[in-house]
């Protein structure tokens, strides 16, 4: 079994910030990427930010230069800073998290429960 436990969502006022974080535990033998996603009423689920095991990220063109991925293997855990936030971003945000459980190359995907955040503006 594998927990995504996401935490940082809130309220906050357009042109502030927030911070996410996306804890993984369980039967885990490599993480490989990890992604932030995010699904605002009506819409479709949309990628926001992805950061490989190595490092190299990629950002949805509506966040680059807001939003900052980034994660600490040694505790399997990504982060998202997200800064001049605007009512747009409204939305619940999800963590993905790309998972080997043996050395059999077999990847699975996990998801976080959600978490919302709500820009006011």
């Known amino acids: 079994q594998v927990q995504l436990v996401e935490s940082g969502g809130g309220l906050v006022q357009a042109g502030g910030s927030l911070r996410l974080s996306c804890a993984t535990s369980g039967s885990i033998f490599r993480v490989n990427a990890m992604g932030w996603y995010r699904q605002a009423p009506g819409k479709q689920r949309e990628l926001v930010a992805t950061?490989?095991?190595?490092?190299?990220?990629n950002y949805a063109d509506s966040v680059k230069g807001r939003f900052t991925i980034s994660r600490d293997n040694a505790k399997n855990t990504v982060y998202l800073q997200m800064n001049s936030l605007k009512p747009e971003d409204t939305a619940v945000y999800y963590c993905?998290?790309?998972?080997?459980?043996?050395?059999?190359?077999?990847?699975?995907?996990?998801w976080g429960q959600g978490t919302q955040v709500t820009v006011s503006s």
């Open positions: 950061i490989a095991s190595g490092g190299s990220t």
């Open positions: 993905r998290a790309d998972i080997l459980h043996s050395l059999l190359n077999i990847e699975y995907h996990y």
